[in-house]
């Protein structure tokens, strides 16, 4: 089977930098992608990673190592309009799974 | 239009009751996902189009549950006899061909069923 494992919960502080762990099981790999929702919203895309290593997009980056079947999701400068919940998914074509989601709360 | 677009936003029911739910996808997007996502939980996949086939419909939770689309457009997925457990907000997405690089999201539809 298929799946994507995340820690349900991750607190840090206003300013700070946290990371998002996904590690996945998956028949084939086609590449991690990851989500943000805030509640009530729409998840929305942040990032994707087809290849081993580090994308970087403002203040977020995702990384990705195949070997180890294993991805983050990094947050710098953290503010509180962070405070969401994120999804790692993976997948092709038929069905595009997404783990159960971690959800991000800050301090200030 | 400019993105994925799902009616009703809201839909209380009765038990017992069937309910259509609309997706209308991002033009030139070839690739359409339903997914359903309960309150703090997270995407459960229940079905996929390219086009207007759909190869595998196993992801569908009971043969209450249908869902088709035309002319590589609009979807809907209707749930007849509805159930209390199928309370949930259903959430639609599309994507350029199928790829797990960037799917887009419609805003969903809660479904409440009484």
């Known amino acids: 089977g298929q799946s994507l494992e995340q820690p349900s919960e991750v607190t840090a502080v206003e300013g700070a930098i946290v990371q998002i762990n996904c590690t996945y099981q998956?028949?084939?790999?086609?590449?991690l992608s990851w989500y943000q929702q805030h509640d009530g919203g729409a998840p929305t895309f942040l990032s994707y990673?087809?290849?081993?290593g580090l994308e970087e997009t403002g203040r977020f980056s995702s990384f990705l190592s195949r070997s180890d079947s294993y991805g983050y999701l990094l947050l710098q400068e953290l503010q509180m309009k962070d405070s969401a919940s994120y999804f790692c998914?993976?997948?092709?074509?038929?069905?595009?799974?997404f783990g159960k989601g971690t959800r991000l709360h800050i301090l200030p | 239009g400019a993105g994925v677009s799902q009616s009703p936003s809201n839909k209380v029911t009765e038990k017992g009751k069937d309910v259509e739910l609309r997706c209308d996808p991002i033009?030139?997007?070839?690739?359409l996902y339903w997914y359903r996502q309960s309150l703090g939980q997270g995407l459960e996949f229940l079905i996929y189009?390219?086009?207007?086939?759909?190869?595998?419909k196993s992801g569908l939770p009971s043969d209450r549950f249908s869902a088709e689309r035309t002319g590589g457009s609009v979807s809907t997925l209707t749930i007849q006899r509805t159930q209390q457990e199928d309370s949930a907000v259903y959430l639609c997405?599309?994507?350029?061909?199928?790829?797990?690089?960037?799917?887009?999201f419609g805003s969903g539809t809660q479904l409440s069923v009484l």
């Open positions: 997405a599309s994507s350029l061909g199928g790829s797990a690089e960037k799917l887009f």
């Open positions: 998956t028949s084939g790999f086609y590449g």
């Open positions: 990673n087809a290849l081993d």
């Open positions: 998914s993976s997948g092709r074509d038929d069905k595009i799974i």
């Open positions: 033009s030139g997007h070839t690739a």
């Open positions: 189009f390219q086009g207007n086939s759909a190869p595998d």
